[in-house]
């Protein structure tokens, strides 16, 4: 079990940018494999980002291609995930959430989630 605290949300013009953190506790970080999920009003939560465990593979949904980057450092056991050239419809509580198996966008297959930060984006 990994326990996870986001922070770096905040409200942010249409264009800009932010960089979420996810910090873990426990000495098994590095064995996780991790992602970012976001859920906005009146909708299902759904898959941002995912990151093997090594760091060496990365996934990412459509809507965000080529605007965010998902990161981590297992010396700090931190993932991160720079959200460039923001767009309203980004407006969401975005998660992180710790896998040792499953489908890296299937929600189910994380077993530890934090509590999530509030993006913002403004038009």
């Known amino acids: 079990q990994v326990q996870l605290v986001e922070s770096g949300g905040g409200l942010v013009q249409a264009g800009g940018s932010l960089r979420l953190s996810c910090a873990a506790s426990?000495?098994?970080?590095?064995?996780?494999?991790m992602g970012w999920f976001r859920q906005a009003p009146g909708k299902e939560r759904a898959f941002v980002a995912a990151i093997s465990a090594s760091g060496g593979s990365t996934y990412y949904a459509d809507s965000v291609k080529g605007r965010f980057t998902i990161s981590r450092d297992n010396a700090k056991n931190t993932v991160y995930l720079q959200m460039n050239s923001l767009k309203p419809e980004d407006t969401a509580v975005y998660y992180c959430?710790?896998?040792?198996?499953?489908?890296?966008?299937?929600?189910?297959?994380?077993?530890?989630w934090g509590q999530g930060t509030q993006v913002t984006v403004s038009s």
């Open positions: 426990g000495r098994t970080f590095s064995s996780y494999s």
């Open positions: 959430a710790a896998r040792r198996s499953g489908t890296y966008n299937y929600a189910p297959s994380y077993s530890d």
